[in-house]
Each structure stands twice: as C-alpha cells, then as structure tokens.
C-alpha cells in the first residue's frame, strides 16, 4: 500500500495511529467524495470530503460528509466573517500543495482555519482524502479535529 504523502507524514510524526484505504479513482465522477464512499463500501456519512473555501478574502478549508453540501453561510458566521465562497480549483492546488480529488486536510502546504461539520463527530472514524487520488486515512474525527485544529460546527 503506498505511503508517503504529506498527510501521512505528519500523522506519522505525530504518532497519530491511522488506517489506509485505497481505492480506484474515477477521475469522471460527478461527486468524487461519493464515488470513493461506494468504491470503499463506507456510508457517505462517514467518508469526508475536503473542500478549500475563502472565508472573507482569507484561505480556510472546510470538512463535511461526501453526501452534504457546505452551506457558505453557516460558514461565514463560524468565521465570524460576512461571506463565504468556494475557492477556484487552481488556487487550491497551489495552496495545498495537492491535487483536487486528491486535497487532505492534513500535511497541506500551508496552515488554513479549518472547519469540521459537527456532524462527523457521530462516527467512532471517519475517512479523510490522504494526500492523492484514490488513498483514504482512517481516523478519529476527534483526532482529526485536533490535529488541524478545527473548529467543530453544524456546516450542512
């Protein structure tokens, strides 16, 4: 199984214990987060898209269920800003230091605010994208939230 990304390069030097899951990537897929749900047999619920979100004029990334959908205005009043947007793709790439379908919310390039829907936190584990296209980390929303440094908030 391969390793080595960003993101599992800083859970292993936080010691932080995880699981790896590796799936075949549809690049052609509507909702990526949803197709890797199906491809793993886990419920959307528990497989977590990351999304990279301007909040005000600022980078911040924002983590909800594959089968949800960010309400931006939720997100501003988190933020305590007036309004949240979708950042472009591009721009996350160059921020991140990922790939889209491949963005994790940890090991990114540069540290964002972050922001975790409370409704993760249900979940013994969640799954979070590990760095590529087609890798999945396994692991605590508690954790994860902690080790990002999350706000923990109701996003959908």
Known sequence: ?????PA???????????????????????R???QAAEALGMPPAQLLKTLMVEIGSKPAVAIIASDRTVNLKKLA????????????????????????????PLGQKKRVPAFLDAAAMAHATVLVNGGRRGLQIEISPARLAALIGAVVVELG
Do not use: C, Q, W
Request: no cysteine; aromatic share 6%; charged share 20%.
């Open 8 to 30: 599992t390069v800083a859970l292993e030097t936080a010691s932080e214990p995880f699981t790896l899951h590796e799936y075949a990537y549809d690049p052609n897929a509507d």
């Open 77 to 104: 009043a988190a933020a305590k800003v007036k309004e949240a947007a979708m950042m472009a793709p591009t721009k996350a790439e160059r921020l991140t230091g990922y790939h889209v379908g491949g963005i994790s």
């Open 32 to 34: 990526i987060g949803m």
């Open 1 to 5: 199984m391969a390793k080595g990304t």
